[in-house]
C-alpha cells in the first residue's frame, strides 16, 4: 500500500496540526497529575484522525482486472443506482447508468473501466448535495468524460458530495489510455456514475460492494 500524491500537502499540514495540538498539551497539562488523563485522551482522538486520513489517501496493491469485452468499475464503493436514465450533457438520449457511492472510508483513487480514447473532458461547477442525492448527477460539481473504444462510447462523472471539496481528472481530450490505469482522485465522501450504451450487460448488483480497477461493472 502507498499514498497518493493528492494527499502529501494535506498529511503535511495535519501532522503539523497534530504536533501544535499534542506538544503544549503535555508541555502544560500533563505535568498537572490530576489532568495528565487529559493530555493522553486529546493524543488518542488527534492521532485516530491523523490515521484515519492517511488511510483516506491510501492506494492498495491490486492486480487489475482487464479485458476488450469488459467495463471495469472506476471507483470503489457500493452500487447504489442501476437504472436508465436520459442523459442531457452529451449523448442526449438514454443510457443505462450504475451509480458507485464512495464512503470517506473508501480509497478514493479513480480508474478508466476501459482502453481507448478520451473524446470529451468537461468540469461543472455545482451545489454539494449529499452524494446519493438523485439530482447529484445532474446539480452537483462534478467532471464527466466520455471514453471511446471499438465497442462505443461511455460517459464516467466524478461527483462531488457533501464532504467532497475537490475533484482531480488527469485526462485530457485525445489521450489514449489504459483499463484500469488511473483517472483521478475525489477528496473525501462522493459518486462516480458511469453511463453505459442501452445493450450494456451490466455485472453488479444494486447495494453490492465493489473494488475500483478489478471489479467487472459490465459487459459489451
Request: proline residues 5%; charged residues 20%.
Amino acid at each position: 500500500m502507498t499514498v497518493h500524491k493528492e494527499g502529501y500537502k494535506t498529511i503535511a499540514i495535519a501532522a503539523l496540526a497534530f504536533a501544535l495540538i499534542n506538544l503544549p498539551s503535555f508541555h502544560y497539562i500533563s505535568p498537572n497529575g490530576q489532568w495528565q488523563w487529559l493530555s493522553w485522551a486529546i493524543l488518542l482522538i488527534t492521532l485516530a484522525a491523523f490515521l484515519f486520513l492517511i488511510s483516506f489517501f491510501r492506494v492498495p496493491n491490486r492486480t487489475p482486472t482487464r479485458g476488450d469485452n469488459l467495463i471495469i468499475c472506476p471507483a470503489d464503493g457500493k452500487v447504489v443506482v442501476i437504472e436508465e436514465a436520459f442523459d442531457e450533457e452529451y449523448f442526449k438520449d438514454r443510457r443505462l447508468q450504475v451509480s458507485i457511492f464512495m464512503s470517506p472510508a473508501n480509497v478514493h483513487r479513480n480508474v478508466n473501466p476501459i482502453s481507448g480514447e478520451v473524446v470529451y473532458n468537461q468540469y461543472h461547477r455545482g451545489k454539494y448535495l449529499v452524494a446519493w442525492h438523485p439530482k447529484s448527477s445532474t446539480e452537483n460539481e462534478r467532471h464527466s468524460v466520455v471514453l471511446r473504444n471499438n465497442h462505443g462510447e461511455i460517459l464516467v462523472k466524478q461527483i462531488a458530495g457533501a464532504m467532497a471539496r475537490r475533484i482531480v481528472n488527469y485526462l485530457s481530450v485525445g489521450q489514449k489510455i489504459e483499463q484500469s490505469a488511473e483517472m483521478g482522485f475525489i477528496k473525501f465522501g462522493s459518486r462516480v456514475d458511469v453511463l453505459l450504451p442501452p445493450g450494456a450487460k451490466v455485472q453488479v448488483r444494486l447495494n453490492e460492494t465493489v473494488k475500483g480497477g478489478v471489479t467487472v461493472l459490465a459487459s459489451w
